[in-house]
T-cell receptor
Framework: GDSVTQMEGPVTLSEEAFLTINCTYT??????LFWYVQYPGEGLQLLLK?????DKGSNKGFEATYRKETTSFHLEKGSVQVSDSAVYFC????????????FGKGTHLIIQP | EPEVTQTPSHQVTQMGQEVILRCVPI?????FYWYRQILGQKVEFLVS????????KSEIFDDQFSVERPDGSNFTLKIRSTKLEDSAMYFC??????????????FGPGTRLTVL
């Protein structure tokens, strides 16, 4: 079945550091890929998305590129802020379908001032 | 901007009791979902709902669970006889027609269910 694997957390960085959170996937079809963010005490918010190979999703300084050859969708940010502290979930869904999202386990990011 | 709402934000119940979690999706959405997140774990898909019937369900969604869209606006998840292990955050989500091949789901803020 479909699955998403994320790097284990927590990830602790200093403010202004470079961030990478790795995400790889397995899928039976051609999925859309997503990053969701969950701030403390809140629900899931879509951070960015990509629908086909080599697409780059971006939002709030975060980027992720859909790499079909390596089945990856790594999340990056050049300079993190304390306010980026949250749990980040990589997820996939089959294009055009109404099936549920398959989430990774989430990576807890802690940014220290 | 339209948003998904869920009530209540927190529900405490005794083991064996029935609970109904409520969601109001965005009005022009067509597909509806329930997910749960046990504390500290990943978000898990429970069920999807389209055209007034279940279109897909996971292994978690057993006979104790049911979903309904009774009046065209609310979308409910019922747990018939709650167990301790049902304690989790439950998220509702909705999706419109896929645009440009991107089937984006919009999530509500969640209902925290605590079973004692």
């Amino acid at each position: 079945g479909d699955s998403v694997t994320q790097m284990e957390g927590p990830v602790t960085l200093s403010e202004e550091a470079f961030l990478t959170i790795n995400c790889t996937y397995t899928a039976t079809g051609y999925p859309s890929l997503f990053w969701y963010v969950q701030y403390p005490g809140e629900g899931l918010q879509l951070l960015l998305k990509a629908t086909k190979a080599d697409d780059k999703g971006s939002n709030k300084g975060f980027e992720a590129t859909y790499r079909k050859e390596t089945t990856s969708f790594h999340l990056e940010k050049g300079s993190v802020q304390v306010s980026d502290s949250a749990v980040y979930f990589c997820a996939l869904s089959l294009v055009g379908g109404a099936d549920g999202l398959t989430f990774g386990k989430g990576t807890h990011l802690i940014i220290q001032p | 901007e339209p948003e998904v709402t869920q009530t209540p934000s927190h529900q405490v119940t005794q083991m064996g009791q029935e609970v109904i979690l409520r969601c109001v999706p965005i009005s022009n959405h067509l597909y509806f979902y329930w997910y749960r997140q046990i504390l500290g774990q990943k978000v898990e898909f429970l069920v999807s709902f389209y055209n007034n019937e279940i279109s897909e369900k996971s292994e978690i969604f057993d006979d104790q669970f049911s979903v309904e869209r009774p009046d065209g606006s609310n979308f409910t998840l019922k747990i018939r006889s709650t167990k301790l292990e049902d304690s989790a955050m439950y998220f509702c989500a909705g999706q419109g027609l896929a645009t440009g091949g991107i089937n984006e789901q919009f999530f509500g803020p969640g209902t925290r269910l605590t079973v004692l």
